[in-house]
Structure formats: C-alpha cells, structure tokens
C-alpha cells in the first residue's frame, strides 16, 4: 500500500505542476476559457495567473510531510470547483475549452473531464484515508518513481493527442 501512496503523491504532484506551467504558457488561451465560463475580465485576469501559481504551490507542497494533510484537502476542494463548472458547462450545453493542461493537451468540458475528476478525487481520497506522505528513502526509489510517473503521463499526453488528431 505504501509504494501505491507514493506513487498517487507523486503522479498528483506531477499533473499540478505540469498544469501550472503549460498555462502560464498559455495565458492569453486558460483566460479565454474563464471568461467563458463567467468570470469578468479583472477576475479572469488575476485567477488566470493566480491559479497556475497555486498549482505549482500544490505539486511542491504534497510533497512535504508538513503540508501534505491540508494539500489533499486544496486539491478536493479544487476538484470539487472543476466537477461544478464541467456540470455546468454540461447542463448548459456549452462547448468551451478546459485548457487544464494549457496549449500541451486540447479538450472540452465534458464527460470525459467528469469522468478524470472522478479518478483524481479517488486518488486524492485514498491519499487522504492512509494518510499517505512520502516516503522514499533512497535516490535511485526517487528517480525510479518520479521516471514512471512522468512516463505515463507523458504516455497520457501522447493517447489523447493521437485521439484528438484521429477524431
């Protein structure tokens, strides 16, 4: 169970910091997709800054056995956010870009953004239930681990281009 814990801190702490930097990337684009949602232009303007950064504070975060606990409350708070406004989105029919990971992957709001806040809130949940930390006790665990999780979601990153490029 513990080597599982280790890696869901790091996938998590992988996909925030990924998701931070590609939308400082695309600034002008993750903006776009608030006003769309709602957001006037002053708000869209300080959140589309404000919430990369506080992803990136996240992905380091999690790491840390003394903010761990309260980060995986953040992030179920924040994924609580998306499940509303991809529910909104849904309800009112509208097709409007997540830009949860910048320009790097292009989707929708939709079922399938449900359905991956879905898996985060299982894997945050899980987290939070063991009360998981990392624990990786020696250099070559380290890179082992963090080699994995970046290869699967740079695996992730190549499926749903290739899907996107064949639909």
Known sequence: ????????????????LTSGFSKFLSLSN????LNQLG????????????????????????????????TQILIMILLALFFFFSIRTLLKK???KCNCFGNLVEENFGITT??????????????????????LTNSVE?????????????LYVLISSLFKYLT
């Open 1 to 16: 169970m513990l080597i599982l814990s280790q890696y869901c801190i790091i996938l998590i702490s992988v996909i925030f």
């Open 94 to 96: 509208q097709t409007i």
């Open 142 to 154: 380290i890179i082992i681990v963090f080699q994995t999780v970046i290869q699967l979601f740079l």
């Open 39 to 70: 957001l006037h232009d002053f708000a869209s303007r300080v959140v589309s800054i404000g919430f990369p950064i506080l992803e990136i504070i996240i992905s380091v975060s999690i790491l840390t056995d003394s903010y761990s606990f309260y």
């Open 114 to 135: 449900l359905i991956k806040i879905i898996i985060f809130a299982i894997l945050d949940g899980f987290l939070l239930l063991n009360k998981a930390q990392l624990n």
């Open 30 to 33: 993750f903006r776009s997709t």
